[in-house]
């Protein structure tokens, strides 16, 4: 594990100033380009045939090079390594941000801050997208499970109690850090009885799948701030709730204003539970997690 305390980053350069690979690439390869340098420990050479497809070998790692010194990523280390690769290997995506952003606030006149300011940005995209594309996907198996519970009319039995984060290495591997089971989000919805949890009167359409109200499963807590509790599952019935697709928009994508009133009310109504699950948090932490 990273000494979080004696954490000290490298000094990012000016920017090289040649932006043809960034714009050829287009930003989800250049994104990819710079989490995998610093979070998977790649050098250029393994990043322009994993990420940039340059499988034939004859572009010498150069096209990755000039998008990681397009950034100020570069230099090298006493031990002649490159200075940034594998910085945050042990670390979540999540955690690298914060880090990066502790960076901006303590010490602004260290390094390129403009330079610092755009890997923050892509390193954050490539959570929310990923968050997004996953959801779906989790969505359609949260679906399912409710489907197969419904025909089996098995009696729910819902225990709030605290639970050991399923991590593994393969886990890793995603942005948002941890795997989120869909049968407990599957539970969480028949508790709430399809109904959104904001309000029971939301309107919502009958569900093709499961043929009930369609609602879907948010984690209060947010899956990529797994990390802050080693010991307490953000996975559990307490931390998800059911909502109808407007309100789970509208936490996602509204204005702080907005989504504020709603993540207040949802918090409230689980306070104790959380506790309960061993997920200690205070209603202002929580919107700050939620702040763009
Ligand atoms: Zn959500
Ligand atoms: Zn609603």
């Not at 960034?22 to 990420?51: A, M, N, P, S, T």
């Not at 990681?68 to 280390?77: D, E, M, P, V």
């Amino acid at each position: 594990m990273t000494d979080l305390l004696n954490f000290s980053l490298p000094l990012l350069k000016d920017s090289s100033g040649r932006d043809r690979e960034v714009k050829q690439f287009g930003l989800k390869k250049v994104e990819e380009v710079i989490y995998q340098h610093l979070f998977f420990d790649k050098d250029h050479r393994e990043l322009d045939k994993e990420v940039l497809g340059k499988i034939d070998g004859s572009t010498k790692g150069r096209m990755s090079a000039n998008i990681l010194y397009y950034y100020g990523i570069k230099g090298k280390n006493a031990n002649n390594k490159a200075m940034f690769r594998g910085i945050f290997k042990d670390i979540s995506l999540q955690e690298g941000i914060e880090h990066l952003e502790k960076l901006i606030v303590q010490e602004s006149s260290r390094g390129d801050i403009e330079n610092l300011k755009k890997i923050i940005t892509h390193l954050k995209n490539g959570i929310d997208r990923e968050e997004f594309e996953n959801d779906s996907l989790y969505l359609d198996e949260v679906d399912e499970d409710l489907n197969q519970s419904l025909n089996e009319e098995t009696d729910l039995l819902i225990v709030d109690e605290v639970k050991t984060p399923a991590y593994s290495d393969k886990i890793r591997e995603r942005k948002c850090g941890y795997g989120r089971n869909p049968k407990i989000a599957a539970e969480a919805i028949l508790e709430a009885k399809f109904k959104c949890e904001v309000d029971e009167a939301h309107d919502t359409f009958i569900s093709k799948k499961y043929k009930k109200p369609y609602v879907e499963a948010h984690h209060i807590v947010p899956m990529k701030y797994q990390y802050k509790y080693p010991n307490a599952s953000l996975d559990v019935h307490a931390n998800i709730v059911a909502l109808c697709p407007n309100c789970h928009r509208l936490i996602h994508h509204a204005i702080d204003l907005e989504s504020e009133a709603i993540l207040e009310l949802l918090f409230n109504g689980r306070a104790s539970k959380l506790t309960n699950c061993g997920i200690d948090i205070d209603l202002e932490t929580l919107l700050l997690m939620y702040k763009g």
